[in-house]
Structures are given as C-alpha cells and as structure tokens.
C-alpha cells in the first residue's frame, strides 16, 4: 500500500498542477546555476539546497515539495525569490531579517494559512508579493509593515471581503489583486486600508460572484484607473450601480470582458459621464442588444470594445454619443446563428463616431452593405471587414461610395468577403487609399485596368489567393503605377508571356509576389523596367524550361533589370540549371532561395556577384560537390544557410572544402549535422557530412608530390631500359656512325671517292648464283663493275685476303638475302661483319639489301648483325614477285648503286 502511494503520488501532483500527460515537466538532478540566478525548479526538493552560490540574487524552487525555506538564510544577497507550487505553510518569521534585500516573494500555490504581522516584519524592501492559491486566514494587520509594496495578490484564497486590514496601511501598493475570492459584496469600507496609498491605481476583481457594491466603497480609492471585472458573474444591476459609485474616480480603464451582460440599457453606464474613461471592453458577453443610447454617457471614450458577442441591430443611435472614439472593435460581434437571419446594421450606424480611425468589422455577419452605412466616419482611416458575410459578391463603384467622405481611408481590408468581380471603378471613391487587401476571395475575371481606376495613391494590393482565376492583360495596372507592393500569389491563369509586361507601369514597384501560379511561359522584358524591385517572389511555378541551355533560343534572362533584388524566391520550380549569366550583377541579393528544385551541377561563376548574401535556401536540390569556385562568394558572409537534403558527394574534390567551412563558420547551419548527409562514395554512404575527415586529404599534398616523382622515375627507368633492350643497337650503330663521321670529316674528300675498282662486291649464297647472274650481271653491260668471288677471285689468295681486299676496293657491297644466305658460315661470321664494319667507316649508303625472300629483322640480325633500319630506306630492295615490276626493281637498283656514299 505505502508502496503504491510511492508511485502514485508524484503523478498525481504532476497531474493536479497541470502538467498532466504529454507536458508533464521533466525533474532535473542538478540546479541551473547563471550568473547570479540559480534555478532549482522542478526537482522534488525537500530543502533549499545549501550548496548554492552564495551571491545568489534570484532564485527559482518552485515545483517542489519545499515544507520550509529555512535555509534561505544562507544567501543573504537573495533579492527575487519564486517558491510557488511547494507545500509551504507558513513565510518564515526572519526570513526578511536574512534577507534584507528581498523585492519580490512568489508564493503561489502553496499552503499558507495564518498570515499576521509578524511574519512579514523587517520585509522594508518588498515590492511584490504574491500569495494567490492558499489558504490565506488574515489575523490582524498582516500588511500594514509592507512599506513598499506595490503589488500584492492574494487571489484564490477564500477571503469573504476586499478588506485586508482595518487601519490605512500600504503607502506605496500601486496593484491589488483579489480575483477568484468568495467575495459577494463590497462594502463601505472595505478599501478604507488604501485611503493613505496615494499610488493605487489598479483594482482586479475577476472571477467573482458580486451581488451588491456599497454606497461609497471606491470613496477612498478615488485615484483607481483601472478596473477589471473580467470574467466575475454581475448582473445589469449590478453594473448599473457599480458605475454609480466609480462616479467622480479617475477611472481611465474599465474592463467587463465575459461578465455575462446579456443586454445593456440606456442608462447602465450613466454613472460614468462622471468620469474621464477612455477604454471600456465589453467583449465576451453574449449580448444581443444594445439599447440606443447606451453610450451616451462617454463622450471621452477612446477605444471601444464589443467583440465577441451576439448582437442581432445596430442603428444610427446605437454609438450616440461616441464622439471621441478612436477604436471601436466589432470583431465577430455580430453573428448569425443556424436559426435566425443575418444582423441588420442600419444606414448611418457609425454617423456619430466622427473621430473614428480604426473600425474592425473583421468576421461580422450581416445582411449588406448599403449605401450609407459607412456615412460619416470622417476620420476613418482603417476599415477591417475581412471574413465577414455580407453577401458581396460584385465590388461596384456604389458599394463604398459611402466611404467618400472618408478622405484619410488608407487602409480597406476586404479579405475573405466573397467577392468574385470587381466592377470597372469598383474602388474609384478611395483615392488616398495606400492599402487594399483582396487575397481569399473568388475574383474570376481578367483585370482590363479600370477596376482600379482613381486608385490614385495606392501602396499596396494583395490580391493573392483567388482560386487561380484572374487574368492580367497588358493594362492591368495602367492606373496604379504608385503601387509598390503587388501579391498575386496562387491567383493567376493564364500567360504572363506578353508585350508590353502587364507590370511595366508599375515603376516604383518593390515587392511582388507571384508564388503558386503555375506560371511557365514569360519572356525576357518581364520585368522591364522595374528598377526598385526588391523583393521577388517566384517559388511554386515552373519556369524550368526558361533557364535551360537547351531552350530554343536560348534561356530567357527574365530578372534582367530586376538587379536590385535584395529578396529572391525561386523555390519548387523543376530548376535544373541556372544560366551563367542569370544572376549578373545582383549585388544586394540578402536572401535567396532555391529550395526544392533539381540543381546539381552550377556554373563556377554563378554566384560570384552576391557578396551581399545573408540567406541562402538551397535544401532539398540534387547538389553533390559544394567547392569553393562556386560557394566561395555567397558563403563568405552568410547568416543563415540552408543546404540539407541534397546527395553530398564526400570526397576531398567535392566536400572538402565545404566540410571545413561548416566546422569554422559563424553563420547559423539549422538541421547540421543530422540532415546533411553523405550519398557517394561507399565509405561515406549514409554518414553526415560531419563526419568526412578533412586529414585524408590534406596528407595528400606531399604524398602526391612524392608519388608523381617516384611514379615518374620508374617510368623513366622502364622506358630506359626498354629502350636499350629493344633499340639498343640503334644507338650504338648511330653512335659509331657519328664518331666515324667525324673522323672521316678530317679526310681528304676527293681521295675517297675516285679509289674504288669496282662498282659494287656481291655477296650471294651458292644456291642463288643462277639468279644473281641472271638478274644482276646483265647491269654489267650498262655501266657497273661488280666483284663476285667465284668469277673475280684471284686464285691463290687466301679466301680471307679476297675479302678483305676487294670489299676495300668496292664502293658498295650488295647482299642478296634469302634464307640460304643466313645459314652460309661465311657470310656470317666474317663478310657481314667485316661489310658491317666498312659501313661504319665509309658510310650507311655502301651497303645494299637485296631481299629475294621475306626474312625477318630477327634473323636478320642474328645471322649478319644487320637489320633494316641500319641502312637508308633506298638501299632495301624487294625482288618483285610480278614479273612487270622487274624494271622499276632495275630502276632502283641502279640508282642505289649509283648513289654516292657522300655523306650529306
Ligand atoms: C558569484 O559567485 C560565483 C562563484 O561562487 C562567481 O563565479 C560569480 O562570478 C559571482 N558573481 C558575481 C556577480 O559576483
Ligand atoms: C477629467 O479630465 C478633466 C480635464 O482633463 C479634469 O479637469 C477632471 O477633473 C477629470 N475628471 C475626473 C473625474 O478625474
Ligand atoms: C432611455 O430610453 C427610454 C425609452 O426606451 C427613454 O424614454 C428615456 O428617455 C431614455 N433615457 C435616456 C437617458 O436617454
Ligand atoms: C458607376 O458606373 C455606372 C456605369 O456602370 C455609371 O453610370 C455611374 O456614373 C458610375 N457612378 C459613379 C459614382 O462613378
Ligand atoms: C486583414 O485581414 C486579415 C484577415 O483577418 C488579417 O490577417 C490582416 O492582418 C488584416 N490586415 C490589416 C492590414 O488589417
Ligand atoms: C486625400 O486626403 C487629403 C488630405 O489628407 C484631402 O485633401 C484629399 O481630398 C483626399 N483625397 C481624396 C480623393 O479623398
Ligand atoms: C516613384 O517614386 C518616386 C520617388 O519616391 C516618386 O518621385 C515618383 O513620383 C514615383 N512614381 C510614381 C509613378 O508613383
Ligand atoms: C558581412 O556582413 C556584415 C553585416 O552582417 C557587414 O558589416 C560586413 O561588412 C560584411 N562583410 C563583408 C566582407 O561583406
């Protein structure tokens, strides 16, 4: 059982002090300790704690379980100190002999009952004391030490009477509350304890049952200003006579909201003309009649206050007498009910309010508005009849003719009321209107110009959220050109793509707001003109198409002329690219915003001219990389950024930079790191751009460095050693050839070449012997002189000798190739090299390869150490495999032989 208490009870309590359910209060553990207030709230404290700042001047330990506050005596310097909703008794007897500098004792819900003098003794500094919801029983004079107190409520304590005390007490109570009592009466006497409080000013009196006001109570508060009776049960009676006696107060400020007054006569408030009152509030109070001349007792009344009731007539004497009301607030006073007609409000209803400024008829209901309704409220400068039912449907140019002779009318509020056409000078009677607002209605029609004619000071017109009906031609706006605000948002059809723009009148423009219109054909001269335009507003249309490259003739720079733009909202419109050149020069761009749209990929320089931008919206794109060449300029000085939901790409390319501009920022980044994620690579899939590790990329410098170096030598080194391997020879033959040429340079030029005996040495394997004096010795007969061994060889010498002998005496040396010549030993081990050799000395022409068969470079230089590129292109013969070729094979021979071995 004591167990289920346990559990029990803190929910109840929770529970009994409104934080039931879904609210109730977390305890915390620990005090919040600031620099000199401590809040100690709402954590099942049995004590104050002792281990407090002792420097302390506010603190807070309400929502507690506090019995005592014996250990405030520790801090000494407590000046505010909120103990309310504790299980407090009794205020502790020395507690202000502690605390000497206490000003305000908050004890509102605790359990106090016996309150006298002592308790409250040595408090000489408290201004404030509040003991509503206890159980206050008074024993003697309990105040009367509280020299400078100014307000005290002691609301919601049970206490029978207003009288507090017997002898005059509270010199300096400028506020007393005692709303929520069981007082019924007042009496005499009862503020007789305040006859010495030169101060008091404000008497609150809701939430009670007062049956009777005494003759003479307010005598001795005379001084009262306001008084409220908010939501206290009183009868006409009773409002009659209390009136009677505020007769001769300085009364400024009587408030009767929700008092249940169901009717007010010609003479409930007579005791008033008395008074100088300027605010009365009747709202809440289900009244249905006004008799007329109810007010006729308040020629200095201000403000008025009817809302909320039920009225069912207003005639032209309802407000006789008003004639120095400022404000009068019909707001919902009158209505219709399911069972009665619409209200009737009389022509020359408002006649008397001559000074009236502001009438609020906002969510009234009655039957029409006729042609003298508004008649004399020569003042009138704001009229408020948005969502009222009237039956307007058509706006003529008699509908507010009443309002004409309201030349200061600036402000008309026609929000809501139904209207679906605006006939041609439907407003013409208001020509120092700056204010008109027509948005929530049905206006179905195409806007020709002259339903805004006489407009002629016009500021502003809202006419956003007409059903998407109304159409604009080119005159829309010809007689407002004054107008600086335009809100056409979600009330359009129809296209906008026309010559001249239906805005180009409308020079001093500054705020337009096209939002929601499905608007996708425009063209460039859109907003021709409108030079002082700052604030644009675009979002929710679909002019995609007009910023793609891929747009026959081009994308349509719509915001031309519009460069001083300092508000840009392009949000939801299917944009995928945004041109290079579209937002130019937009220097005072402040916010701009791109949410929702399908951008990823944008031009470097995009954004290089908005240096001013504070707000950036670009959440919810398909943005991957965010690098400095783009965002550098409008992020350097951002307030707000908006980015989240967009598939970062978190490699160092693409991120880098931006993740280290979140970490070091200023500017405030809602929703990070949570909703800016990472989409690519792998690694970072599904982690917040947070998480991306700048370090991966900054060690990359050197390693790269290092890495390009390192990767660059072993190619070198490769390719080196590929070269040698495979082109090896050719540097080394090209090398002798060089070195040879050189020292051949120093010889005698002349010598060389007149020493040969023969034309050319014929180096051929046996078997092609037949061949070679069937194709080459025939050449003989011309002009050519060759050596072959077999024929020209001397006999005798040394087969060695030969060689060397006549290869020295030739001017060239002629192979003639075929597979047989390759096995020849001979010719392999000793003519080839010495052949070889002499080329070296002599030069790259002396040697001439005759091919009879296809042989490879391969084993062409494995078997004679030659190879093709060896020899100049003109000395590498084919024999032709058709017969006709024969010649030309001569032909080339010929001139080969010919040739000289000069070098050139
Ligand atoms: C109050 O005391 C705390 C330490 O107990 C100290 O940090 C703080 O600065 C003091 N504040 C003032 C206003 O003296
Ligand atoms: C009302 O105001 C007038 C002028 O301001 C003043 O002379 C008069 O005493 C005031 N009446 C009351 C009851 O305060
Ligand atoms: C109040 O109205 C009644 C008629 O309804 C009229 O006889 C009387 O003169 C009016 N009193 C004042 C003070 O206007
Ligand atoms: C109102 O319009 C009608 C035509 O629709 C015209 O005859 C009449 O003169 C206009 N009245 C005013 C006050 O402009
Ligand atoms: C006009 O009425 C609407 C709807 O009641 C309200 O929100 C708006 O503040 C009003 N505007 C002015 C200028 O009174
Ligand atoms: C506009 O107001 C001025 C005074 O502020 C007044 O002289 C003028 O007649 C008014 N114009 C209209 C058309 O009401
Ligand atoms: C536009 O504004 C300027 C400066 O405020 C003003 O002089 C000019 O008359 C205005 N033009 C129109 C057509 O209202
Ligand atoms: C950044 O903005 C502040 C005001 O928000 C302004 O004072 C400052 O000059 C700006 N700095 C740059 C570099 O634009």
Redesign the pocket.
């Known amino acids: 059982m004591e167990l289920m208490k346990l559990i029990l009870l803190p929910l109840f309590c929770m529970c009994f002090h409104g934080h039931c359910a879904g609210t109730a209060y977390p305890h915390k553990s620990k005090c919040t300790i600031g620099n000199t207030k401590v809040d100690c709230s709402h954590m099942n404290l049995d004590a104050v704690p002792a281990d407090l700042p002792k420097n302390v001047t506010t603190l807070d330990v309400s929502h507690n379980r506090l019995k005592t506050l014996s250990s405030l005596h520790l801090y000494s310097n407590l000046m505010n100190i909120d103990a309310s909703y504790n299980s407090l008794t009794v205020i502790e007897e020395d507690l202000c002999l502690s605390l000497p500098h206490l000003q305000s004792l908050n004890m509102q819900h605790n359990e106090v009952h016996l309150i006298s003098e002592k308790y409250l003794k040595n408090c000489f500094q408290l201004t404030r004391l509040d003991l509503s919801d206890n159980r206050l029983k008074l024993n003697g004079e309990p105040f009367s030490v509280l020299k400078s107190l100014t307000w005290l409520d002691v609301s919601r304590n049970t206490l029978k009477s207003a009288k507090l005390g017997t002898q005059p007490q509270l010199p300096n109570l400028m506020t007393l509350v005692l709303s929520g009592n069981e007082i019924s009466v007042l009496q005499k006497n009862d503020f007789s304890f305040l006859s010495n409080s030169s101060a008091f000013r404000v008497l609150i009196l809701s939430f009670l049952s007062l049956k009777k006001v005494e003759n003479g109570c307010f005598q001795t508060i005379a001084r009262l200003s306001d008084l409220v009776l908010d939501y206290s049960k009183i009868s006409l009676q009773f409002t009659t006579s209390l009136c009677e006696e505020l007769a001769g107060t300085a009364l400024r400020n009587l408030s009767l909201k929700n008092t249940q007054q169901v009717t007010l006569s010609n003479t409930t408030f007579q005791g008033l003309d008395k008074t100088n009152i300027t605010v009365l509030d009747l709202s809440s109070n289900k009244m249905t009649k006004i008799a007329d001349g109810t007010f006729q007792w308040f020629p200095r009344l201000e403000s008025l206050s009817l809302e909320h009731n039920s009225l069912k007539h207003l005639t032209k004497d309802t407000f006789l007498g008003l004639g120095n009301l400022r404000q009068l607030n019909l707001q919902k006073a009158l209505i219709k009910s399911h069972t009665s007609s619409l209200p009737v409000i009389e022509d020359f209803s408002f006649l008397h309010l001559v000074q009236l400024e502001y009438l609020c008829m906002a969510n009234t209901a009655f039957r029409e508005i006729t042609e003298h309704i508004f008649s004399g409220l020569l003042h009138l400068k704001t009229l408020d009849l948005s969502w009222s039912i009237t039956g307007l449907k058509t706006v003529?140019?008699?509908t507010f003719?009443s309002l004409q002779e309201s030349p200061h009318l600036q402000t008309l509020n026609l929000t809501a009321m139904s209207i679906n056409k605006l006939?041609?000078?439907a407003f013409?009677?208001l020509g120092n209107l700056t204010t008109l607002l027509l948005g929530h209605n049905f206006i179905n029609q195409q806007l020709k110009g002259d339903e805004l004619e006489g407009l002629s000071n016009i500021k502003e017109i809202d006419m956003s959220i007409n059903q998407q009906c109304i159409s604009l031609t080119n005159t829309s706006f010809i007689h407002v050109p004054t107008l600086r605000t335009l809100k056409l948002g979600r009330a359009l059809k129809g296209t906008l793509d026309m010559e001249p723009s239906p805005f180009k009148p409308l020079v001093n423009l500054t705020i337009l707001d096209l939002s929601n219109n499905n608007i996708a054909n425009i063209n460039a001269g859109f907003l021709k003109g409108l030079y002082h335009l700052k604030v644009l507003k675009m979002q929710h249309n679909n002019l995609a198409r007009l910023w793609k490259t891929a747009n026959p003739g081009g994308p349509v720079l719509f915001l031309k002329d519009a460069t001083k733009l300092s508000v840009l909202d392009l949000d939801y419109n299917g944009l995928d690219e945004i041109p290079l050149n579209a937002l130019h020069s937009f220097f005072e761009l402040h916010e701009l915003s791109l949410r929702g749209n399908l951008l990823d990929q944008l031009h470097a320089s995009v954004f290089d001219d908005l240096q001013s931008l504070k707000y950036l919206h670009l959440q919810k794109n398909l943005i991957t990389s965010v690098q400095r060449v783009t965002f550098g300029v409008p992020l350097s000085n951002l307030t707000d950024l908006y980015m989240d939901h967009n598939p970062f790409d978190c490699t160092c390319e693409s991120i880098l930079w931006f993740s280290e501009w979140l970490n070091s920022t200023n500017a405030s980044v809602p929703g990070f790191p949570q909703s800016y994620i990472c989409n690519t690579p792998n690694a970072y899939f599904n982690r917040s751009v947070m998480h991306f590790d700048p370090l991966s990329c900054k060690d990359m410098t050197p390693f790269k460095a290092l890495y390009i170096l390192s990767s660059t030598a072993v190619l070198m080194l490769l390719f080196t050693a590929f070269l040698a391997h495979f082109q090896g020879w050719r540097i080394q033959f090209f090398w002798s050839i060089m070195v040879n040429r050189m020292l051949g340079s120093l010889k005698d030029e002349s010598i060389t070449e007149g020493r040969y005996a023969y034309d050319a040495y014929i180096i051929h394997s046996a078997e092609d012997r037949p061949w070679v004096e069937r194709s080459l010795l025939p050449l003989e007969d011309e002009k050519f002189n060759f050596f072959l061994e077999d024929r020209d060889a001397i006999p005798g010498f040394s087969q060695l000798d030969t060689i060397v002998e006549n290869m020295g005496q030739s001017r060239k040396i002629i192979f003639v190739i075929t597979e047989m010549l390759l096995k020849d030993p001979w010719c392999r081990q000793f003519k080839a090299h010495h052949a070889v050799h002499q080329v070296m000395e002599d030069n790259r022409d002396s040697l001439i390869l005759i091919f009879l068969q296809d042989v490879t470079d391969y084993s062409l230089n494995r078997s004679l150490h030659l190879r093709r590129g060896m020899l100049k292109p003109h000395c590498v013969l084919n024999w032709p495999l058709h017969r006709e070729r024969i010649p030309a094979f001569h032909q080339k021979l010929c001139s080969a032989i010919a040739s000289t071995n000069r070098v050139n």
């Open positions: 003529t140019n008699t003719a006939a041609p000078g013409s009677s």
